[in-house]
């Protein structure tokens, strides 16, 4: 980083000129250390534990992180990053979602990353495998680093399961069986709650999963034709009202998570990447099972990518300091312990997957995510607004005020009056 720049002042003597002239170098270096570079840093709560960043803000006193308060999921942080923009106050890091970094990229917010890591080639071959090239990369540019990857998985409480006349050791593999079991678990009583889909998601991620798991697409490669009114849209929907018939009450995803983890809620469909907290918080032991993918299907990637936004130099010097440092095999291994979340570094997971025995739930996911593929984001000024729209939609299907049938030629109509003309 550079230093302050020298300056002398009309008027000052030749005695103090050259006095000045060995000072002004060590007030510059004072001054530097003083007046941090502060890097703001926008990202979703529980991407990674906040005490993470601790060494690197030992190893450069140089640099101030400065962590905003964490977005909720990423349709909130993608609201706060364009109103932010709007006023001149945009983040010089985002940890941005991979479904709205297209989006992100519209706006032109974020830098390319390949000029301004043209001199790192060493360190990208050397420390950073990406899991895949593609999620931050477009228009033929890498707008960001993947930073953590997820899929959709099932959690579920073997106890209960075994209880509902089930066997823990053999889940069911297809919806059917699934929504049949968290039937059985509800009418076991005792205020139980069989199974819970997270239809909720940011970006409409599981009900996509549910859609690209059979083969199918919300939209055709061009955007301009929508694709998700067919058989598999049908098929998704019809999987949302199993649960809804089998007992799920419509409550906020962090409500169903408390009920699983005290026993209450018997199957969990949500993101993997909250494996660990499930894990610290019930007081059994929680197992997992894979989301149901035809042999043509394929999984939306969840998680985020670090995209640079600051446009100053030395900001963006500070910037990507932190950004290889999160980005590191070593930084990655332990937000993979910490959290489930699948590192966006593939040497990240190397060394705690060797270690790993054949029960461990996080291989679930692991073995998941060889299915993985892009996570869908509608065109247009309003792909915020779509994503509601659709969520509205899944509400009704899942509380049975609207059957599938009613609801697929809906949604179609709805998002066909959002996308871009």
């Not at 054949?358 to 984001?377: F, T």
């Not at 309003?382 to 809906?410: F, G, H, Y």
């Given at each position: 980083m550079s230093l302050l720049p020298y300056f002398i002042q009309p008027g000052v003597n030749e005695m103090s000129y050259r006095a000045l002239r060995f000072l002004l170098p060590l007030l510059a270096l004072t001054a530097t250390t003083a007046e941090a570079a502060s890097i703001n840093i926008?990202?979703?709560?529980?991407?990674?534990?906040e005490q993470i960043i601790e060494p690197f803000e030992k190893a450069h006193p140089d640099i101030n992180l400065v962590l905003q308060s964490p977005a909720t999921d990423y349709d909130d942080l993608t609201k706060r990053l364009l109103q932010d923009s709007i006023v001149g106050r945009a983040p010089?890091?985002?940890f941005q979602g991979y479904n709205r970094s297209r989006l992100t990229v519209q706006r032109g917010l974020p830098i390319p990353l390949e000029p301004v890591l043209a001199g790192d080639t060493d360190w990208i071959q050397q420390n950073y495998k990406p899991t895949s090239n593609d999620l931050c990369r477009h228009d033929g540019k890498s707008y960001?680093?993947?930073?953590?990857?997820?899929?959709?998985?099932?959690?579920?409480?073997?106890?209960?399961?075994?209880?509902?006349?089930?066997?823990?050791?053999?889940f069911p593999d297809t919806w059917e069986k699934i929504a049949e079991l968290a039937g059985k678990i509800t009418a076991t009583g005792n205020n139980r709650i069989g199974g819970f889909f997270d239809y909720t998601s940011a970006g409409n991620w599981t009900f996509m999963a549910l859609v690209n798991a059979q083969g199918g697409h919300m939209m055709s490669a061009d955007d301009r034709k929508i694709e998700f009114d067919g058989a598999e849209g049908k098929r998704a929907l019809k999987v949302i009202q199993m649960f809804?018939?089998?007992?799920?009450?419509?409550?906020?995803?962090?409500?169903?998570?408390?009920?699983?983890?005290?026993?209450?809620?018997?199957?969990?469909?949500?993101?993997?990447?909250?494996?660990?907290?499930?894990?610290?918080?019930a007081n059994f032991q929680v197992r997992t099972a894979p989301f149901p993918v035809s042999e043509n299907g394929r999984l939306p990637a969840g998680g985020?990518?670090?995209?640079?936004?600051?446009?100053?130099p030395e900001r963006q010097e500070a910037a990507?300091?932190?950004m290889k440092y999160m980005a590191s095999p070593q930084v990655q291994a332990e937000v993979f312990e910490a959290t489930g979340y699948l590192p966006g570094n593939r040497l990240g997971a190397a060394g705690p997957l060797k270690e790993a025995k054949?029960?461990?739930?996080?291989?679930?996911?692991?073995?998941?995510?060889?299915?993985?593929?892009?996570?869908?984001?509608f065109p247009g000024e309003?792909?915020?607004?779509?994503?509601?729209?659709?969520?509205?939609?899944?509400?009704?299907?899942?509380?049975?005020?609207?059957?599938?049938?009613?609801?697929?030629?809906?949604m179609q109509r709805d998002v066909q009056n959002l996308l871009p003309r």
């Open positions: 926008l990202y979703v709560k529980g991407s990674f534990p010089d890091i985002i960001g680093l993947p930073f953590v990857v997820s899929v959709p998985i099932i959690y579920y409480n073997p106890d209960l399961v075994k209880a509902a006349g089930g066997d823990p050791d053999h809804g018939k089998a007992g799920q009450v419509d409550m906020p995803r962090t409500q169903a998570s408390q009920g699983f983890s005290a026993g209450s809620v018997g199957i969990l469909v949500t993101s993997s990447g909250f494996l660990k907290n499930l894990m610290k918080q985020n990518c670090m995209m640079l936004l600051s446009k100053d990507l300091a932190f054949p029960d461990d739930p996080r291989l679930v996911s692991v073995n998941a995510s060889a299915r993985a593929a892009e996570w869908y984001s309003n792909a915020l607004r779509i994503t509601e729209v659709i969520k509205s939609i899944l509400q009704d299907v899942v509380t049975q005020r609207l059957p599938p049938e009613e609801a697929l030629p809906k």
